[in-house]
């Protein structure tokens, strides 16, 4: 079965600091990896999703088949990073993806002043 | 371009009773989602229409909730008759490809805060 695990519920840095919020998964065939955020009383939107490969506000994933983690890594916080990160997976089959996605249990990344 | 649109925003019922929620995703996205979310746990998805069909209805709890999707459009999501477990939030969302493609964008509403007393 497919499983998206964060073991950490809680993520406290100060500004500045380097922040590493992890993710592992479980799953057969070839994923498609997301981190999504929530900002207080704001709906759930994309940061990053593993094909594009690209840096969101800093923000960098890289998917790791052997190890099986999509850890989300920002070098130098920002008090505006607080919020709640999910981390997601979609399956993909062929060149077809499934369209659904199943959650880790969330991060809240508090970043102090 | 305008968001998923959810209404209403919170709800309290007791339990027995019924509810329902509804969603408009965003114009032209042909797949539409409802997720719940249970306090401190992700989202999890109950159903997924492309058009006016179902995709995956999987793990949505059949003996008490429906959903439809008449005309492609709007969305209902029925609870009847709603448990204490069933407090959460219930996220639509809609995405401009459907199932079935590689390359996709997810957009959610903000949900309808469910409370069953």
């Known amino acids: 079965a497919q499983r998206v695990t964060q073991p950490e519920k809680l993520l406290s840095v100060f500004k500045g600091a380097p922040v590493e919020l992890k993710c592992n998964y479980s799953?057969?065939?070839?994923?498609?990896l997301f981190w999504y955020v929530q900002y207080s009383r704001q709906r759930l939107q994309l940061l990053l999703r593993?094909?594009s490969r690209e840096s969101i506000k800093g923000f960098t994933a890289d998917l790791n088949k052997g190890e099986t983690s999509f850890h989300l890594k920002k070098p130098f916080a920002q008090e505006e990073d607080s919020a709640m990160y999910y981390c997601?997976?979609?399956?993909?089959?062929?060149?077809?993806?499934?369209?659904?996605?199943?959650f880790g249990q969330g991060t809240t990344l508090q970043v102090k002043p | 371009e305008a968001g998923v649109a959810q209404s209403p925003r919170y709800k309290i019922i007791e339990k027995r009773q019924s509810v329902a929620f509804w969603c408009n995703p965003i114009?032209?996205?042909?797949?539409l989602y409802w997720y719940q979310q249970i306090l401190g746990q992700g989202p999890k998805l109950l159903i997924q229409f492309q058009n006016n069909g179902v995709v995956d209805d999987s793990q949505l709890p059949k003996d008490r909730f429906s959903a439809e999707r008449l005309k492609g459009v709007d969305s209902t999501l029925k609870i009847q008759p709603a448990k204490l477990e069933d407090s959460a939030v219930y996220l639509c969302?809609?995405?401009?490809?459907?199932?079935?493609?590689?390359?996709?964008?997810?957009?959610f509403g903000s949900g309808t805060r469910l409370t069953v007393v």
């Open positions: 969302a809609s995405s401009l490809r459907g199932a079935g493609t590689l390359n996709y964008g997810y957009t």
């Open positions: 799953y057969s065939g070839s994923p498609e």
């Open positions: 114009s032209g996205h042909a797949t």
């Open positions: 997601a997976l979609s399956r993909v089959t062929g060149s077809s993806n499934t369209g659904k996605l199943i």
């Open positions: 593993h094909i």
